[in-house]
């Protein structure tokens, strides 16, 4: 089984080894922790009222996490950065998959649009966006006087609680997770050539780069989405520097 993990202590070599790694295979993507836009996401207000409300926001961290890795090996695969490659992506999907079994992924492909192929730090502050709203419009239906900020969820009575985390938590349960599980199906089928390894390196995941305790969630979010990329028949490997 392929090793997905390079744990070590300060100075033990981990950055040497993935940038050696980057320098002996082909196809290698780097994801930096500073284009991820998690600053914005662990200063969201909203989110920090659900969770203090008691809302499970783990599986909107996956949710993240396979949408970046989506959208970096298609990037890569299909070589997209221009209006062209974008052009002929979309013609090669279409003659690719017309049967219903991809239809759901497809029709993700097509409802991100233009904003799938913008930068990582765009794409996921999108997302957080689209989420709060999603969480704000659906609590706001049951309590209309809510104030969604850090220390909001004290103002509500225990009835009140209950009913906006039960809302709030069937809104993040039902983020589009099902259709990314399509997605990773349709990149299954794409990438079918045992051949072609892909690898997605994060390096620099023990520094500070936001607050500890949504730091861990979020690694913790990663390690999980990492075992479901190990579903692909492809051999391709996700290594975290930590």
């Known amino acids: ?31 930096e922790p500073e284009s991820l836009a998690l600053v914005y996401i662990s200063n969201s207000t909203i989110l920090q009222f659900f969770s203090e409300l008691g809302v499970k926001l783990d599986i909107f961290f996956k949710l993240l996490w396979r949408h970046v890795f989506t959208v970096e090996i298609l990037k890569y695969h299909f070589k997209i950065d221009t209006e062209e490659a974008k052009a002929k992506f979309w013609d090669a999907i ?12 497809v029709e993700y492909l097509r409802t991100w649009g233009e904003s799938f192929w913008e930068e990582t730090e765009y794409r996921i502050k999108e997302l957080t966006t689209t989420l709060e709203n999603s ?5 706001s239906a049951k309590v209309p006087h809510i104030h969604f900020s850090a220390g909001g969820a004290a103002t509500l009575t225990e009835e009140e609680k209950q009913e906006v985390l039960q809302r709030a938590q069937r809104v993040v349960n039902n983020v589009q997770v099902r259709q990314l599980s399509d997605i990773l199906d349709l990149l299954d089928d794409i990438l079918a050539d045992s ?3 892909y690898f997605i390196t994060i390096d620099r995941l023990d520094e500070n780069w936001i607050e500890e305790t949504l730091r861990y969630r979020l690694i913790r979010a990663l390690i999980e989405t990492v075992k479901d990329f190990r579903r692909f028949g492809m051999r391709r490997s996700l290594l975290q520097s930590a």
């Open 135 to 139: 969480l704000k419009a659906e609590a």
């Open 1 to 31: 089984m392929p090793h997905r993990l390079v744990v070590g202590r300060t100075g033990s070599g981990k950055s040497a080894l993935l940038l050696e790694l980057r320098r002996s295979e082909d196809r290698c993507i780097s994801v």
């Open 94 to 105: 279409k003659n690719m998959f017309r049967d219903k079994k991809h239809a759901k992924a």
């Open 195 to 197: 051949q072609k390894r």
